[in-house]
Nanobody, 119 residues
């Protein structure tokens, strides 16, 4: 079993940057896809960015060009670098490990980290 712990959220002003981290413990990390999801109040959870075990990445249109996902397999950590943050980025951000090497089928979730962007 794997456990995921996110960190790096906070309250920032529009235009600022944040880097979220998700550290995994437990089973093998490198063979699984990883994703960052977010859920804003009253909205469904959505996939923001994902990275496959081979390093291929995906970005939602709403964040493309402002966000970069990366992984460090030696540290069992996945990062989400967010730049030029907007108030609409406000949400709880969750890290998830996919059940395979790609994304779209999350199996394990972290507890979430709050990101609040003020205008």
């Amino acid at each position: 079993q794997v456990q995921l712990v996110e960190s790096g959220g906070g309250l920032v002003q529009a235009g600022a940057s944040l880097r979220l981290s998700c550290v995994a413990s437990g089973r093998t990390f490198r063979g699984y896809g990883m994703g960052w999801y977010r859920q804003a109040p009253g909205k469904q959870r959505e996939l923001v960015a994902a990275i496959s075990s081979g390093g291929r990445s995906y970005y939602a249109d709403s964040v493309k060009g402002r966000v970069t996902i990366s992984r460090d397999n030696a540290k069992k950590t996945v990062y989400l670098q967010m730049n030029t943050l907007k108030p609409e980025d406000t949400a709880v951000y969750y890290c998830a490990q996919d059940q395979a090497g790609t994304w779209g089928n999350p199996g394990t979730w972290g507890q979430g980290t709050q990101v609040t962007v003020s205008s």
